[in-house]
């Protein structure tokens, strides 16, 4: 049971969680934190927090559980602002969906690493966002990664972990660097990717036309570049190494696939697509 | 109303136009034609054809309507197949992805482009395929592209347009090679990216633990890369020069938009994604 949930930042994962703990009963009060107090204001009213203060080393006193899910570029000043604020039993948590950035803002901060920081992240989400957008169910059957230090605190972990399985999520323990490696494979490169498909197309002359002759797969293929802007540019800055990477690999691949297109080659063509539906079809069927 | 519609290449496009056109009551009689007797004797137990004749040429005879909706790689050999043996009242359209390679196709294959020949494209689909998956709404409120050329006869694509908005598309002529630009752009590129995306994260040593945890973003994103290999092998050889211009122009944006990742140029990227929001949330509006 948590006695006082503090979340700042409370858009679609923040929000989300509150409801979802709310619905098990396993959480007493929640306070929300943030810069936009109409923000606050309408998550009040939406029943997803009680109550609110817009200044973070307010918002966590009391608190013995502390989500940060702000975007990746805003997290060191908020550890600042509540760094000396936490209540002695506090366990503080995030949801970044880069770990070594916050790891790092998070010893800048607090000086060192705290023992009681359990760096955290939801695999969940929609290309929408705000707290309006937020629903219980969305952890549900869904992994959480958590990312614990040599010197992060067991019992901590723990409280992290059976927040997360409380709302139905399923987590694993995994090294910061790991993380960042899998997520710019898995999720930061299809965005990018899909960003750019976008940006791109829209800067053609006719770039009208070209979306009124989209069918059903681009619709899909492109719903990850409605996500939010600010959220991905701070995840491409915080994750850039790995991102890199990922981008450098995928040119390299998707060159050779020029090259079969340009030769007509289709033996080539026919062995990359049909390893792509099977990856695809067993990915689907989990 | 369509006195014998015959259809070659039973699949999704083909048993949805035909499930489509029974609804709305507009065929009195369906042939279908393919390689194999069993999947066409499928097609009559699900109640899509009437009957077949897996010998094109017989299959084509006494029909005013004939669909060929093969991969683009077969269209040549149907065209010669049937040639000689249309009724003197019938009409030819395709379904193909590519309408360029299509034309060349009927002409090689007619020895001249015939008057009665209507080159098309219904922009519908999902990345299911067969006669199992077909449907009779695939086609409702979608676009079906035209591509006559100056010798096509009027009253012959009239009939195309005529069959097409009996299944609720809405139809529009092009030329052929505008046609292969568009699609290169809002389609082939698109689906090279989520097959060459899916395939290399396979190749990855631990493809088993990224694709667990790849969320429900890369589900939708690589939808498109669960399609028929085959066809999309015939479709990148088929209109490979706008394929490779789109893919060309893709890696050169790309290349940019790395170059930012690498610079930690937040005021780009910023810039970049949002101007993809807000082209993708305009597309979705309408």
Request: charged content about 20%; proline content about 4%; hydrophobic content about 45%.
């Amino acid at each position: 049971m948590i006695r006082r949930l503090c979340i700042i930042g409370v858009g679609l994962i923040g929000g989300s969680l509150a409801r979802a703990l709310r619905e098990a009963a396993v959480c007493r009060e929640i306070v929300g934190s943030g810069r936009s107090p109409a923000h606050l204001r309408q998550a009040v009213e939406l029943g997803v927090i009680d109550r609110f203060d817009t200044d973070p080393a307010g918002a966590v006193a009391g608190a013995d559980m502390v989500l940060v899910s702000v975007p990746l570029g805003a997290m060191e000043s908020v550890f600042r602002a509540i760094s000396g604020h936490l209540a002695g039993d506090a366990v503080l948590t995030d949801a970044g969906s880069a770990k070594g950035s916050v790891i790092e803002a998070a010893r800048r901060a607090f000086g060192a690493i705290p023992g009681f920081f359990v760096p955290g992240h939801p695999i969940a989400g929609t290309e929408q966002s705000g707290v309006e957008a937020a629903f219980p169910e969305l952890y549900r059957g869904r992994r959480v990664i958590l990312t614990p230090l040599g010197n992060t605190d067991g019992a901590a972990t723990q409280r992290v972990r059976a927040m997360w399985e409380a709302v139905g999520a399923t987590v694993a323990e995994m090294d910061p660097g790991h993380h960042d490696t899998v997520l710019a494979a898995t999720s930061h490169l299809p965005h990018v990717l899909a960003f750019t498909l976008v940006e791109s197309l829209a800067r053609l002359g006719d770039s009208e036309e070209i979306f009124a002759y989209a069918a059903g797969g681009f619709r899909d293929f492109t719903r990850i570049a409605s996500s939010d802007p600010v959220m991905w540019r701070d995840i491409c800055v915080a994750n850039s190494a790995a991102i890199q990477q990922m981008i450098e690999r995928f040119i390299g691949d998707l060159r050779g696939l020029n090259q079969a297109v340009q030769a007509h080659d289709g033996a080539r063509l026919l062995d990359l697509f049909t390893a792509a539906k099977d990856a695809r079809d067993r990915y689907v069927e989990k």
